[in-house]
């Protein structure tokens, strides 16, 4: 059994959809529109959608129904993979387990892509809708704490990559996973996330985030390549072992299949 002391870093993605409620209840006070109709009015009058697509509702309005974690130890190999709250998806345990791991695990760094831009904000505005307290991660005590943007205690890979927001990483999570020859993106995307819940298909949003997560462990990987806290080849072969650890559990979750009938090998060369 995995000691608590054993994991360092915290490897974690979010699903969401909007509340039309509460977008009905502060944006169009007053007018008494349904969840849905708030929705659909939103879409109609947002300027910067795109043709095609639905307008994307802010994080302010947005409820997690996917929290995907990874526990990851000192040496950077996978100790842990699970979708918080299964098989219910209930998102004030969710976003509970997912502070308490937090706090729980003292010595662990969060990693994430696009976190601090979205997943972290998310996860603390629903802390702050269902009263849930995580002192490590809230408290002001900590001048280098998680909450400043340069620190160790977080990494978001994003702005690591993209020298905190100097240029715009065009393909994002997706083109990098690509690029190390893991899935990415396998038919499903963040857009097609209020489709699903709609339908009830919690279960294939929660697996769609388990794969953003390995993706993100992967990347992350990789990243530790380029700082030299991890050679090469050791890098590879933490790529190779994780691959045998995900084909074991793959009888207790099923998500896993469709990972690895994708996972691909690293090719380097360029136009391949």
Same mark, same amino acid.
């Given at each position: 059994?995995?000691?608590?002391?054993?994991?360092?870093?915290?490897?974690?993605?979010? $699903?969401?959809?909007?509340?039309? /409620?509460?977008?009905?209840?502060?944006?169009? @006070?007053?007018?008494?529109?349904?969840?849905?109709?708030?929705?659909?009015?939103?879409?109609?009058?947002?300027?910067?959608?795109?043709?095609?697509?639905?307008?994307?509702?802010?994080?302010?309005?947005?409820?997690?129904?996917?929290?995907?974690?990874?526990?990851?130890?000192?040496?950077?190999?996978?100790?842990?993979?699970?979708?918080?709250?299964?098989?219910?998806?209930?998102?004030?345990?969710?976003?509970? @387990?997912?502070?308490?791991?937090?706090?729980?695990?003292?010595?662990?760094?969060?990693?994430?892509?696009?976190?601090?831009?979205?997943?972290?904000?998310?996860?603390?505005?629903?802390?702050?809708?269902?009263?849930?307290?995580?002192?490590?991660?809230?408290?002001?005590?900590?001048?280098?704490?998680?909450?400043?943007?340069?620190?160790?205690?977080?990494?978001?890979?994003? $702005?690591?990559?993209?020298?905190?927001?100097?240029?715009?990483?065009?393909?994002?999570?997706?083109?990098?996973?690509?690029?190390?020859?893991?899935?990415?993106?396998?038919?499903?995307?963040?857009?097609?996330?209020?489709?699903?819940?709609?339908?009830?298909? *919690?279960?294939?949003?929660?697996?769609?985030?388990?794969?953003? *997560?390995?993706?993100?462990?992967?990347?992350?990987?990789?990243?530790?390549?380029?700082?030299?806290?991890?050679?090469?080849?050791?890098?590879?072969?933490?790529?190779?072992?994780?691959? $045998?650890?995900? @084909? /074991?559990?793959?009888?207790?979750?099923?998500?896993?299949?469709?990972?690895?009938?994708?996972?691909?090998?690293?090719? @380097?060369?360029?136009?391949?």
């Amino acid at each position: 059994m995995t000691k608590v002391g054993e994991t360092a870093y915290i490897v974690y993605d979010t $699903e969401s959809v909007a509340d039309g /409620a509460l977008l009905s209840r502060v944006k169009y @006070a007053g007018e008494e529109l349904s969840p849905a109709d708030a929705l659909a009015r939103f879409d109609e009058e947002s300027p910067s959608k795109k043709p095609g697509q639905s307008a994307f509702v802010p994080v302010t309005f947005q409820v997690p129904v996917g929290i995907g974690v990874a526990r990851v130890d000192s040496n950077f190999r996978l100790l842990d993979l699970v979708a918080l709250d299964a098989p219910e998806f209930r998102p004030a345990e969710m976003v509970k @387990a997912f502070w308490k791991g937090v706090e729980v695990y003292t010595s662990a760094s969060l990693v994430d892509f696009n976190g601090r831009g979205f997943d972290l904000p998310l996860l603390s505005l629903s802390a702050f809708r269902f009263g849930i307290s995580c002192p490590r991660y809230f408290s002001d005590s900590d001048r280098w704490g998680f909450r400043y943007r340069f620190t160790a205690k977080h990494i978001d890979l994003m $702005e690591w990559l993209t020298e905190y927001g100097a240029f715009r990483l065009n393909g994002g999570l997706n083109l990098l996973a690509k690029v190390l020859g893991k899935p990415g993106k396998m038919g499903t995307s963040g857009g097609d996330v209020a489709e699903l819940y709609a339908a009830g298909k *919690v279960q294939e949003i929660n697996d769609y985030c388990l794969h953003d *997560v390995l993706d993100t462990y992967f990347v992350f990987l990789r990243t530790r390549v380029l700082t030299g806290d991890l050679p090469l080849e050791d890098e590879q072969r933490l790529v190779a072992d994780a691959k $045998e650890w995900l @084909a /074991a559990r793959v009888e207790t979750t099923p998500a896993l299949a469709q990972y690895l009938e994708n996972f691909g090998a690293w090719e @380097a060369e360029p136009f391949v």
